[in-house]
């Protein structure tokens, strides 16, 4: 979990949630796979990739992580019966300086008297740097902070649900700046006259921040259908590109868009936005329990 001061510096109420990342499951009594003993050291990122190596490394990059938990686990006694999932990846944005990405992986093991232990890698956020360079999100831990109440239409047949019944769309922002920039995020709303401003905060630099990356979540933004306009103003960052604009489509909160954009700053405080291009669930972030836990705690 975060420490206390990252989460007292938001502008509204903050809370840290761990991310889910075991699965109990039931040992066989069977041994039908070499038992791992020891882990394998994780890949090296290539030296100056193109998207397909970048998207290839990730996949080994998971695998390994995800296999090197189950034979951790074990301790001094190897894990038997080890199942290691098809890892996968998906493009979310590449810039100038390299790829973000979300990688994915599943893997189990039995554990003698313990019984199974399962781990599920799921939208694990990396930057892979077009200089060879590679940073990926610590996994334990999202900062949560949530509007006051979800942006919705006067005419319920405007909304796209009920948002006193299902929670609003979600904006994931990850940080591989080490919390070094005060990253300002607004929200607009486009589709009836003028932009109408909906939502607006700014996530503050901080010296007790996870380096080199964390999640942060602005939960329950809106549940009218049609188009926003998402901007991302880092004052500090790099002077040739100190912000980022993407138009967001709210239309199915099964879709991906719904909880799925996400906004990344790199080391220099450069922002971009970007969608998973994806449909597997495993590699697109939410729904996160930001929302709801922080409607009931309030």
Excluded: M
């Amino acid at each position: 979990t975060l420490p206390a001061s990252l989460t007292g510096c938001l502008d509204r109420a903050a809370t840290t949630t761990p991310r889910p990342t075991e699965t109990p499951t039931r040992p066989t009594p069977r041994d039908t796979a070499t038992p791992l003993a020891e882990t394998e050291p994780l890949p090296d990122p290539p030296d100056s990739p193109d998207e397909a190596e970048a998207l290839s490394f990730v996949r080994e990059y998971e695998r390994v992580a995800a296999r090197n938990e189950i034979a951790e686990y074990a301790g001094d006694a190897p894990a038997r019966n080890p199942e290691i999932g098809e890892p996968s990846a998906a493009l979310a944005v590449a810039t100038e300086a390299g790829f973000y990405l979300f990688g994915a992986c599943r893997a189990s093991g039995e554990y003698d008297d313990r019984g199974g232990y399962g781990i599920n890698r799921h939208e694990v956020p990396h930057f892979v740097g077009r200089d060879g360079t590679h940073k990926v999100a610590p996994w334990s831990a999202v900062v949560c902070e949530s509007a006051d109440r979800p942006f919705a239409a006067d005419d319920p047949a405007a909304n796209v649900v009920d948002p006193d019944e299902y929670y609003g769309a979600e904006l994931h922002l990850f940080r591989f700046d080490g919390a070094t920039h005060d990253v300002r995020v607004l929200v607009d709303y486009l589709d009836d006259g003028p932009p109408q401003p909906i939502f607006s905060t700014t996530v503050a630099a901080s010296d007790d921040a996870p380096d080199p990356a964390y999640e942060y979540v602005l939960a329950g933004l809106a549940v009218c259908r049609g188009t926003y306009r998402v901007t991302v103003d880092v004052a500090d960052a790099a002077a040739d590109d100190p912000d980022a604009t993407a138009t967001w489509t709210l239309s199915d909160p099964d879709a991906p868009a719904w909880t799925g954009l996400s906004i990344f700053v790199g080391d220099d405080g450069r922002p971009a936005i970007g969608l998973p291009d994806a449909e597997d669930d495993s590699l697109v972030p939410g729904p996160s329990l930001c929302a709801t836990q922080l409607r009931d705690e309030g």
